[in-house]
């Protein structure tokens, strides 16, 4: 157990669907992360928030939107999606921003797309 | 920019085997290198870091040095168990990279009876 709770562990969706993902922490972490884990492929990092303030959009796509109600959890929304963006989506925390700490995971969301 | 190179996997291995996951890297500035494991059906969780060159980094009878020469971070085990069978991540980060990790693509050890 890290601390970091994603639900659900699974969701299947079709391409008009809209689901959300949950991303729970209470390791009073300040930084909260998203990453794509496909296969074959290096982890890829979506957005990071700061004390609720995104600070890092790594060029992804609308139909990806994040939200940070406050420091402890984060979502990503999703709309109108593909089947490339079949993959597990991967939360996570650390104490601060930019600062050389480790990252604290969550297991992950496995996404399939229709 | 910063990347992470690792040796494709699957790695298959027999218990007690000796274990090498090499990983090379490109940074602009002087990263720090870690190693990610990921358990089955499980997230990510740091197994070992370096913060400078010739420091060596080491957990669980892992452990891997920082080679500023030849920018790797090769990962090293003398005597693998069927439960070290995961997937393994090299990664850096730097301040130019806001301390952001940069992870490679993953290495799968595969580790038989």
């Known amino acids: 157990e890290t601390g970091v709770t994603q639900t659900p562990r699974h969701l299947v969706m079709g391409m008009t669907n809209k689901k959300s993902l949950k991303c729970e922490q209470h390791?009073?972490?300040?930084?909260m992360y998203w990453y794509k884990q496909s296969a074959k492929k290096p982890l890829e990092l979506m957005f990071v928030?700061?004390?609720?303030?995104?600070?890092e959009n790594n060029s992804v796509p609308s139909r990806f939107s994040p939200e940070c109600p406050n420091s402890s959890h984060l979502f990503l929304h999703l709309h109108t999606l593909q089947p490339e963006d079949s993959a597990l989506y991967l939360c996570?925390?650390?104490?601060?921003?930019?600062?050389?700490?480790?990252?604290?995971f969550g297991s992950g969301t496995q996404l399939s797309v229709l | 920019g910063d990347s992470v190179t690792q040796m494709e996997g699957p790695v298959t291995l027999s218990e007690e085997a000796f274990l090498t996951i090499n990983c090379t890297y490109t940074?602009?500035?002087?990263?720090?290198l870690f190693w990610y494991v990921q358990y089955p059906g499980e997230g990510l969780q740091l197994l070992l870091k370096?913060?400078?060159?010739?420091d060596k980094g080491s957990n669980k009878g892992f452990e891997a040095t920082y080679r500023k020469e030849t920018t790797s971070f090769h990962l090293e085990k003398g005597s693998v168990q069927v439960s070290d069978s995961a997937v393994y991540f090299c990664?850096?980060?730097?301040?130019?990279?806001?301390?952001?990790?940069?992870f490679g693509r993953g290495t799968s050890l595969i580790v038989h009876p």
């Open positions: 996570a925390s650390s104490v601060d921003f930019a600062t050389n700490e480790k990252l604290f």
């Open positions: 390791l009073g972490h300040n930084a």
């Open positions: 928030y700061s004390l609720e303030e995104r600070v």
């Open positions: 940074a602009t500035g002087y990263p720090s």
């Open positions: 370096a913060t400078k060159a010739d």
């Open positions: 990664a850096l980060s730097d301040e130019g990279g806001s301390y952001i990790p940069t």
